[in-house]
Protein backbone atom coordinates (compact mmCIF):
# COMPACT_ATOMS: atom_id res chain seq x y z
CA UNK A 1 0.00 0.00 0.00
CA UNK A 2 1.58 3.19 -1.43
CA UNK A 3 1.42 5.79 1.91
CA UNK A 4 2.37 9.07 3.13
CA UNK A 5 2.38 10.08 6.94
CA UNK A 6 3.20 13.31 8.64
CA UNK A 7 4.09 13.61 12.28
CA UNK A 8 5.58 15.97 14.67
CA UNK A 9 3.51 18.60 14.42
CA UNK A 10 2.27 21.04 17.20
CA UNK A 11 2.06 24.35 19.67
CA UNK A 12 5.16 26.08 19.36
CA UNK A 13 6.39 29.85 20.48
CA UNK A 14 7.65 32.28 18.18
CA UNK A 15 10.99 31.75 18.04
CA UNK A 16 10.83 27.82 18.85
CA UNK A 17 11.77 24.97 16.74
CA UNK A 18 9.89 21.85 15.32
CA UNK A 19 10.81 19.05 13.29
CA UNK A 20 8.23 17.51 11.06
CA UNK A 21 8.61 14.14 9.99
CA UNK A 22 7.17 12.29 6.77
CA UNK A 23 7.27 8.57 6.66
CA UNK A 24 6.53 6.62 3.79
CA UNK A 25 5.37 3.00 3.26
CA UNK A 26 5.34 1.32 -0.77
CA UNK A 27 8.09 4.10 -1.56
CA UNK A 28 11.53 4.70 -1.53
CA UNK A 29 11.48 8.63 -0.51
CA UNK A 30 15.02 9.38 -1.81
CA UNK A 31 14.01 8.06 -5.21
CA UNK A 32 11.45 10.50 -5.67
CA UNK A 33 10.90 14.34 -5.83
CA UNK A 34 9.53 15.47 -2.44
CA UNK A 35 7.80 18.59 -1.14
CA UNK A 36 6.47 20.13 1.55
CA UNK A 37 3.25 22.18 1.42
CA UNK A 38 0.93 24.03 4.15
CA UNK A 39 -2.76 24.87 4.14
CA UNK A 40 -4.53 28.24 5.73
CA UNK A 41 -7.76 27.77 6.80
CA UNK A 42 -9.93 28.74 3.87
CA UNK A 43 -7.10 28.71 1.27
CA UNK A 44 -5.40 26.40 -1.13
CA UNK A 45 -2.23 24.26 -0.21
CA UNK A 46 1.03 26.61 -0.45
CA UNK A 47 3.98 24.47 -1.29
CA UNK A 48 7.18 25.86 0.73
CA UNK A 49 9.72 23.32 -0.17
CA UNK A 50 10.97 20.54 -2.26
CA UNK A 51 14.08 18.34 -2.75
CA UNK A 52 15.02 16.09 -5.85
CA UNK A 53 15.45 12.29 -6.25
CA UNK A 54 18.87 11.80 -4.16
CA UNK A 55 18.44 15.34 -2.65
CA UNK A 56 19.87 16.52 -6.34
CA UNK A 57 17.78 19.94 -5.49
CA UNK A 58 16.00 21.68 -2.97
CA UNK A 59 14.05 24.47 -3.73
CA UNK A 60 12.21 27.32 -0.79
CA UNK A 61 10.19 29.72 -1.09
CA UNK A 62 10.96 33.08 -0.05
CA UNK A 63 9.01 33.01 3.31
CA UNK A 64 10.78 30.32 4.68
CA UNK A 65 14.27 29.98 3.12
CA UNK A 66 16.39 30.59 5.79
CA UNK A 67 14.10 29.42 8.32
CA UNK A 68 13.33 26.30 7.14
CA UNK A 69 15.57 22.97 5.82
CA UNK A 70 14.03 19.93 4.27
CA UNK A 71 16.75 16.83 4.58
CA UNK A 72 16.16 13.48 4.55
CA UNK A 73 16.77 9.82 6.46
CA UNK A 74 17.39 7.11 3.55
CA UNK A 75 17.89 4.29 6.19
CA UNK A 76 14.82 5.65 7.76
CA UNK A 77 13.11 6.53 4.69
CA UNK A 78 11.93 9.64 6.04
CA UNK A 79 12.12 13.24 4.86
CA UNK A 80 11.76 16.02 7.28
CA UNK A 81 11.36 19.95 7.37
CA UNK A 82 12.77 21.42 10.61
CA UNK A 83 11.47 24.71 10.77
CA UNK A 84 13.04 27.72 13.22
CA UNK A 85 12.58 30.84 14.33
CA UNK A 86 8.79 29.83 13.62
CA UNK A 87 6.53 32.85 13.40
CA UNK A 88 2.49 33.25 13.97
CA UNK A 89 1.83 33.12 10.22
CA UNK A 90 3.49 29.76 9.86
CA UNK A 91 0.10 28.21 11.20
CA UNK A 92 -1.07 25.85 9.24
CA UNK A 93 -1.46 22.03 8.12
CA UNK A 94 1.88 20.93 6.73
CA UNK A 95 1.57 18.07 4.28
CA UNK A 96 3.99 16.13 2.49
CA UNK A 97 3.78 14.76 -0.68
CA UNK A 98 5.37 12.61 -3.61
CA UNK A 99 5.94 13.00 -7.53
CA UNK A 100 5.68 9.12 -8.09
CA UNK A 101 5.91 10.31 -11.64
CA UNK A 102 9.06 12.01 -11.27
CA UNK A 103 11.34 8.86 -10.45
CA UNK A 104 14.58 9.65 -10.12
CA UNK A 105 14.32 12.87 -11.38
CA UNK A 106 16.79 15.18 -9.49
CA UNK A 107 14.64 18.38 -9.75
CA UNK A 108 11.68 19.85 -8.31
CA UNK A 109 9.01 21.60 -8.16
CA UNK A 110 6.74 23.36 -5.27
CA UNK A 111 3.51 23.17 -7.33
CA UNK A 112 0.88 20.73 -5.92
CA UNK A 113 -0.70 19.80 -9.14
CA UNK A 114 2.92 17.58 -9.95
CA UNK A 115 2.39 15.64 -6.98
CA UNK A 116 -0.18 12.80 -6.65
CA UNK A 117 0.82 11.34 -3.28
CA UNK A 118 -0.14 13.21 -0.31
CA UNK A 119 -0.23 12.51 3.53
CA UNK A 120 -2.99 13.26 5.92
CA UNK A 121 -1.19 16.08 7.24
CA UNK A 122 0.06 17.12 10.96
CA UNK A 123 -0.96 20.62 12.02
CA UNK A 124 1.07 23.64 13.63
CA UNK A 125 0.32 26.56 16.12
CA UNK A 126 2.76 29.00 16.75
CA UNK A 127 1.41 31.18 19.89
CA UNK A 128 2.48 32.09 22.84
Known amino acids: QLQLVESGGGLVQPGGSLRLSCAASGFTLDDYPIAWFRQFPGKGREGIACRGSRNATTVYIDSVKGRFTISGDNAKNLVYLQMNNLKPEDAAVYYC?????????????????????WGQGTPVTVSS
Open 97 to 117: ALNRAGWLQRTCTVFPGNYAY
